[in-house]
């Protein structure tokens, strides 16, 4: 019986690589899409920020999976994986939030500092309870920041910690004059003061961070944020100074955001102000522990998972016309700081580790958020996808011999030509489909033009199995090529085995003078990024 299934899951899996290639005969019977992209008028920008990541003191996600120790024969430098960090060049990572998550408002800065064989063993209570060496502080995360090239985002610990010990780490970060604290850190082997671009004033502190009324946070809020100031020189100039990010809501707590708004209006003229609030939501955590599968799952839960993420959509626009009450003039971004696809852990892996494999629907499921994100740039300026390596939605997995690029990865190298692109109006006339007694759209995109001049294109074909004939109208444009996101089947991952199983491929649009159009033929299940000529 196990010999008969595993070969009809292989007639399977090659049918549906004969889909992705998009065969002739194929797209000569696929539905048919007509998006109209104005090319003349360009919205807000698509911020970088909306591409950020998050690496927490969580399983693999740092040790092992960033830093290794400078003695590793791993290759690295000062500690951290050259191969994770060229592959995070790729895809340009704009900024990377550390060191949590709920492991931030246990985090106290002085464990992280000094030579590494006075740092003291701590434990880590929320993610499995074991031994934190601290090797990893905060000189070698602005190390990591600095050789991605990617800014820093820093969460502090309100949950446990104190106003001053918030004021002591910025000042020791920060500081270019020699106070005591600052000499400290130029002992410690950091002549130059530090830049801290993004500053998180707390996580969760309706939950892991404390436990907090929005009231309580309220109060709280407005201390840590009145003497939350940054020293560096630069930072000081105006368009260069850290944006303060307040904790924010869970999901659809939306009475958290109208609090939280409430007192920065009532309090608009005070030092304290904030510039950014921020918004968790995960897909498939819709129950603890959480029990959709990550692999070999059918078409019932693909509808499934891509069903909830679009759920997303909802929290930002209600989170964003409540914050448009008290900031009509969208000072105050809303900051999606963590999101992404959270699924049972993989089978023998420690659970507290939230390791777990990452497929083709995952990078629908990134697609789809970073669209939506895009077409409300004007009050979504960051949001950080979690996490980074090893854990959760990665965009990276790593063994002692090397690292597999997740799909989600490959969308994300993807989307580089949207990074800070002025976001353009488009329109398509796609039919939601039905499968699973589950509906979705049938087709997803969003155009911008780049900072290179070019109009460039995302084009999503939503459904598991079938092709899209997309019929593309932009302005004069001519031709179309790029790149395609393609599967043998909506469930397949990149291994250590199989590295490349999941990879963007070339394509190349072709004029239709019946249409006066330029045609793709989309494979189902896939992501296509073109540049229009």
Same mark, same amino acid.
């Given at each position: 019986?196990?010999?008969?299934?595993?070969?009809?899951?292989?007639?399977?899996?090659?049918?549906?690589?004969?889909?992705?290639?998009?065969?002739?005969?194929?797209?000569?019977?696929?539905?048919?899409?007509?998006?109209?992209?104005?090319?003349?008028?360009?919205?807000?920008?698509?911020?970088?920020?909306?591409?950020?990541?998050?690496?927490?003191?969580?399983?693999?996600?740092?040790?092992?999976?960033?830093?290794?120790?400078?003695? =590793?024969?791993?290759?690295?430098?000062?500690?951290?994986?050259?191969?994770?960090?060229?592959?995070?060049?790729?895809?340009?990572?704009?900024?990377?939030?550390?060191?949590?998550?709920?492991?931030?408002?246990?985090?106290?800065?002085?464990?992280?500092?000094?030579?590494?064989?006075?740092?003291?063993?701590?434990?880590?209570?929320?993610?499995?309870?074991?031994?934190?060496?601290?090797?990893?502080?905060?000189?070698?995360?602005?190390?990591?920041?600095?050789?991605?090239?990617?800014?820093?985002?820093? =969460?502090?610990?309100?949950?446990?910690?104190? %106003?001053?010990?918030?004021?002591?780490?910025?000042?020791?970060?920060?500081?270019?004059?020699? =106070?005591?604290?600052?000499?400290?850190?130029?002992?410690?082997?950091?002549?130059?003061?530090?830049?801290?671009?993004?500053?998180?004033?707390?996580?969760?502190?309706?939950?892991?961070?404390?436990?907090?009324?929005?009231?309580?946070?309220?109060?709280?809020?407005?201390?840590?944020?009145?003497?939350? %100031?940054?020293?560096?020189?630069?930072?000081?100039?105006?368009?260069?100074?850290?944006?303060?990010?307040?904790?924010?809501?869970?999901?659809?707590?939306?009475?958290?955001?109208?609090?939280?708004?409430?007192?920065?209006?009532?309090?608009?003229?005070?030092?304290?102000?904030?510039?950014?609030? =921020?918004?968790?939501?995960?897909?498939?955590?819709?129950?603890?522990?959480?029990?959709?599968?990550?692999?070999?799952?059918?078409?019932?839960?693909?509808?499934?998972?891509?069903?909830?993420?679009?759920?997303?959509?909802?929290?930002?626009?209600?989170?964003?016309?409540?914050?448009?009450?008290?900031?009509?003039?969208?000072?105050?971004?809303?900051?999606?700081?963590?999101?992404?696809?959270?699924?049972?852990?993989?089978?023998?892996?420690?659970?507290? &580790?939230?390791?777990?494999?990452?497929?083709?629907?995952?990078?629908?499921?990134?697609?789809?958020?970073?669209?939506? &994100?895009?077409?409300?740039?004007?009050?979504?300026?960051?949001?950080?996808?979690?996490?980074?390596?090893?854990?959760?939605?990665?965009?990276?997995?790593?063994?002692?011999?090397?690292?597999?690029?997740?799909?989600?990865?490959?969308?994300?190298?993807?989307?580089?030509?949207?990074?800070?692109?002025?976001?353009?109006?488009?329109?398509?006339?796609?039919?939601?489909?039905?499968?699973?007694?589950?509906?979705?759209?049938? &087709?997803?995109?969003?155009?911008?033009?780049?900072?290179?001049?070019?109009?460039?294109?995302?084009?999503?074909?939503?459904?598991?199995?079938?092709?899209?004939?997309?019929?593309?109208?932009?302005?004069?444009?001519?031709?179309?090529?790029?790149?395609?996101?393609?599967?043998?089947?909506?469930?397949?991952?990149?291994?250590?085995?199989?590295?490349?199983?999941?990879?963007?491929?070339?394509?190349?649009?072709?004029?239709?003078?019946?249409?006066?159009?330029?045609?793709?033929?989309?494979?189902?299940?896939?992501?296509?990024?073109?540049?229009?000529?």
């Amino acid at each position: 019986m196990a010999l008969k299934w595993k070969s009809i899951r292989t007639l399977a899996c090659v049918l549906s690589a004969s889909a992705a290639l998009g065969s002739t005969a194929l797209a000569a019977d696929a539905p048919r899409v007509q998006l109209t992209v104005a090319t003349d008028a360009p919205g807000p920008e698509i911020s970088r920020h909306l591409f950020g990541q998050f690496a927490e003191h969580l399983g693999t996600g740092i040790y092992g999976g960033i830093w290794v120790g400078k003695d =590793s024969k791993i290759p690295n430098t000062r500690g951290i994986r050259k191969d994770v960090v060229e592959a995070l060049r790729a895809i340009k990572v704009p900024n990377i939030r550390w060191p949590g998550g709920c492991y931030a408002d246990k985090y106290h800065w002085r464990d992280g500092i000094g030579p590494q064989a006075r740092r003291p063993k701590t434990l880590n209570p929320d993610w499995g309870g074991v031994i934190e060496p601290n090797s990893f502080g905060t000189h070698e995360f602005m190390d990591l920041a600095e050789q991605v090239g990617a800014e820093a985002y820093v =969460s502090i610990n309100v949950g446990s910690g104190s %106003v001053r010990e918030m004021a002591e780490w910025l000042e020791y970060m920060t500081s270019a004059k020699p =106070s005591s604290l600052a000499q400290e850190r130029v002992r410690n082997g950091a002549a130059k003061p530090f830049k801290v671009p993004l500053l998180g004033i707390g996580n969760e502190v309706w939950g892991c961070g404390g436990s907090m009324t929005p009231e309580e946070y309220a109060a709280e809020m407005k201390k840590y944020a009145s003497f939350a %100031v940054n020293f560096h020189p630069d930072q000081q100039k105006e368009g260069q100074k850290m944006r303060r990010i307040a904790s924010g809501p869970n999901r659809d707590d939306y009475r958290f955001t109208e609090v939280v708004m409430r007192h920065v209006k009532e309090h608009a003229l005070y030092s304290w102000g904030i510039e950014g609030l =921020s918004l968790h939501s995960y897909t498939g955590l819709d129950k603890w522990p959480p029990s959709h599968p990550a692999t070999d799952f059918a078409e019932s839960e693909y509808m499934a998972i891509l069903k909830a993420t679009l759920d997303m959509e909802t929290f930002v626009t209600k989170h964003s016309a409540i914050m448009d009450r008290y900031d009509p003039e969208k000072k105050v971004a809303l900051v999606v700081d963590e999101w992404g696809a959270w699924y049972a852990p993989t089978a023998g892996s420690n659970p507290s &580790f939230l390791q777990q494999q990452n497929s083709q629907r995952d990078a629908i499921l990134a697609a789809l958020n970073i669209n939506l &994100f895009a077409r409300h740039a004007d009050r979504v300026r960051i949001a950080n996808i979690a996490q980074m390596i090893n854990v959760l939605q990665a965009m990276i997995l790593t063994s002692d011999t090397g690292i597999v690029l997740t799909p989600s990865y490959h969308a994300f190298k993807l989307y580089v030509p949207f990074q800070d692109a002025k976001l353009l109006k488009s329109q398509h006339d796609g039919q939601p489909f039905k499968l699973a007694d589950t509906e979705l759209p049938r &087709f997803d995109s969003v155009a911008a033009r780049g900072r290179d001049g070019k109009v460039w294109v995302a084009l999503t074909n939503v459904h598991p199995t079938e092709p899209l004939t997309l019929q593309l109208k932009a302005g004069t444009a001519t031709a179309a090529r790029g790149e395609t996101l393609t599967a043998p089947r909506f469930d397949s991952v990149n291994t250590f085995k199989q590295p490349q199983l999941v990879a963007p491929k070339p394509i190349t649009a072709r004029q239709d003078a019946a249409c006066g159009c330029l045609v793709l033929d989309l494979a189902p299940a896939s992501l296509t990024v073109v540049s229009l000529d």
